[in-house]
């Protein structure tokens, strides 16, 4: 089944398998088309939305921790309050993203385009960044202590 503008709202991942994740009653692949999903307040926690199209999907206050978002477009999506800790984001495409106040700690972030990419007092505690592109970011009261900028050095 293809996901595309679906409205799931308090959204519960179960009974994961590689390569696939149970949301209320629907498989979503790896790869999966969520263009526009309406994914508010999902628990999305350790699912695999590896390479997934997440264009424009509302993922305010989403638990995505754990989530392996690998490759995965999320250009437009609104990503705000949302929690990502330890999630994969290796090669995600975030640009012109809205990440305001999102928990990013000990996120993998390698090779991840964030050009453009607004994060007022997101958490980047611990993230590794290297490789990543913040051309153009707005990094205003983010917290980096730890962090592996994207030339390999660490944060103080």
Known sequence: MRLRWVLLPLVLVSGCSQGTSQVNGYTIEAGADLLGADLRIADLQGADLQGADLQGADLFGADLRGADLRGADLRGAFLRIADLRGADLRDVDLR??????VDLRD????GAD???????????RGAD???ADLSGA????????NATMPDGTIHP
């Open 138 to 145: 707005d990094l205003s009261g983010a917290s980096l202590f």
């Open 114 to 124: 964030m050009s453009g990419v607004y994060m007022y007092n997101a958490d980047l």
């Open 129 to 131: 960044l290297r490789g």
């Open 96 to 101: 012109g993203v809205d990440l305001r106040d």
């Open 107 to 110: 996120v993998d972030l390698r």
